[in-house]
């Protein structure tokens, strides 16, 4: 029987995280470094991505950055072919790209988006980034696992995928009303969908598909709004910027083995209620 910690080690595989770049992302890709896997940080902000790259190459992890648009398929298939050009293996996906209209400070006042005007265009974008980029990520990275006989996927949810949003905790005194929008909640339950299919349609493939649903990341977000999303979870407050990575080194690694078609769900109890 192997021992437990030896179940997290990732050495000699090889790991690609869309949206490496992002507030998730990068310590996705540091856990993953860390746990000794090789990182390909694929992110559309090629500056950003380079950058992690090789900060994690400074303090003596294998990594790279490359520029990816997940809803480019061409582009999608480049990053796969750089994780096998460059390390000879693509052993894990995880798919964190994603919109997700945030609520912090750079972002203030930004969400009046009712249902009732949301524009066509912004919903086509939404689900061209946050279901068909999965799609298409996934469609590069399974063919070198398919012919290696083994992968692990990880598809990033949330849990506005698995409950409605409480637009209540977007309120604030004298302001107009801001909402959480309608795209959300349908591409997160969708990345859902996703993840059952594909775990069922690979079985028997040695390729294991499971999604991560974290709660809310504390992102210097204002006094008001910490307030309102933490008096909704059991825990009292929103999640620490490193609190999804253990979870996602557990799916990722063979601690997780007999797990596929999954769903991790880490929000400090928010749908426990």
Not at 80 to 106: H, N, Q, T, W, Y
Not at 188 to 217: D, E, F, M, Q
Not at 228 to 251: H, P, Q
């Amino acid at each position: 029987m192997t021992n437990i910690l030896e179940k997290f080690n990732l050495k000699g595989q090889t790991a690609v995280v869309t949206g490496g770049a992002g507030l998730l992302g990068r310590g996705f890709c540091r856990t993953l470094a860390e746990a000794g896997a090789r990182v390909v940080v694929a992110d559309l902000n090629q500056v950003k991505a380079v950058e992690l790259a090789e900060s994690l190459k400074g303090d003596g992890y294998e990594a790279v950055g490359v520029s990816v648009d997940v809803t480019d398929p061409d582009s999608t298939q480049a990053m796969a072919d750089a994780a096998i050009s460059r390390f000879g293996s693509l052993d894990i996906l995880v798919c964190s790209a994603a919109m997700d209209p945030k609520f912090d400070p750079e972002n203030v006042g930004k969400h009046g988006n009712t249902f009732e005007d949301y524009s066509l265009e912004s919903w086509r974008q939404a689900l061209d980034v946050n279901l068909t980029g999965i799609f298409l990520s996934t469609q590069a990275a399974v063919k070198p696992m398919l012919s290696q006989d083994h992968g692990v996927i990880i598809l990033i949810c949330s849990t506005y995928g698995l409950v409605g949003p409480d637009q209540r905790i977007y309120e604030k005194p004298g302001q107009p009303r801001q909402y959480k929008p309608v795209y959300y909640t349908v591409t997160k339950a969708g990345v859902l969908g996703l993840t059952k299919y594909l775990s069922t349609y690979y079985a028997g493939k040695n390729i294991r598909v499971n999604a991560l649903t974290p709660g809310g990341i504390y992102n210097d977000h204002d006094e008001i709004f910490e307030k309102n999303y933490s008096a909704r979870t059991v825990l009292g407050r929103m999640a620490k910027i490193d609190e999804m990575n253990g979870a996602l080194l557990f799916l990722a690694s063979d601690a997780s083995s007999y797990m596929t078609g999954s769903n991790l769900v880490v929000d400090g109890g928010w749908t426990a209620w």
